[in-house]
């Protein structure tokens, strides 16, 4: 069952551009949101999450936004870097238990 | 060692072969977790373990996958039979307690069945 629905497959974005993926789930229980990024032959490793009592969180170029009500939330990368090209996981879990993961996005950079 | 170990990190074996990969958590953390990632694909979610048993086996695909964590410390993910559809990295992700939400990921396990 896909839980965690992300968009798009793939980004390329200008070097200093914007880049922002988008996750939709399903399960209202739902109350822990990461993002996870993965280089290749590496294993994901978490970016930045949010529990969605807050409607925003940032940490350096990454913020998260979350909306509850449309079950919503997404991964802004601002002033976007050659480095910054990986594939990026949204995913969710319940207390932690059980991360479902999306699909991905591969992000690609432009210099 | 300071991240999640996991070996081997390539295994090529024939269809109808029994595999055994293997896991060594952060040191201090109880709670350990399996994903499959296909190419292209998300990590999919295999089985964790809080300590020693298997809190929650649910995404096992059948019953020729199966792991152990007989000391709380170290895992063995066990294919039985291998077809050719198993063929995927095996990740295997650990965390200071299930509660606490932040996976640390090994670099995973790529298994080719031929």
């Known amino acids: 069952q896909q839980q965690v629905k992300q968009s798009p497959q793939s980004l390329i974005v200008q070097k200093g551009g914007i880049s922002i993926i988008n996750c939709a789930y399903e399960?209202?229980?739902?109350?822990?949101f990461p993002w996870y990024q993965q280089f290749p032959g590496k294993g994901p490793a978490l970016l930045i999450a949010?529990?969605?009592?807050?409607s925003e969180k940032k940490e350096g170029r990454f913020t998260i936004s979350f909306n509850k009500s449309a079950k919503q939330f997404s991964l802004h990368i601002m002033d976007s870097q050659p480095g910054d090209s990986a594939t990026y996981f949204c995913a969710a879990s319940i207390s932690g238990f059980k991360t479902i993961f999306g699909a991905g996005t591969r992000l690609f950079v432009k210099a | 060692g300071a991240g999640v170990s996991q070996t081997p990190s390539n295994k090529v074996t024939e269809k109808g072969k029994y595999v055994e990969l293997r896991c060594d958590p952060i040191?201090?953390?109880?709670?350990l977790y399996w994903y499959r990632q296909s190419l292209g694909q998300g990590p999919e979610f295999l089985i964790y373990?809080?300590?020693?048993?298997?809190?929650?086996d649910s995404g096992l695909p059948n019953d020729r996958f199966f792991a152990v964590r007989p000391e709380g410390s170290v895992s063995t993910l066990k294919i039985q039979r291998t077809e050719r559809g198993d063929s995927a990295v095996y990740l295997c992700?650990?965390?200071?307690?299930?509660?606490?939400?932040?996976?640390?990921f090994g670099e995973g396990s790529r298994l080719t069945v031929l």
């Open positions: 373990f809080q300590g020693t048993g298997a809190a929650d």
């Open positions: 949010i529990r969605p009592d807050v």
């Open positions: 040191s201090g953390h109880t709670a």
């Open positions: 992700a650990s965390s200071l307690t299930a509660h606490t939400g932040e996976l640390f």
């Open positions: 399960n209202t229980a739902f109350d822990y």
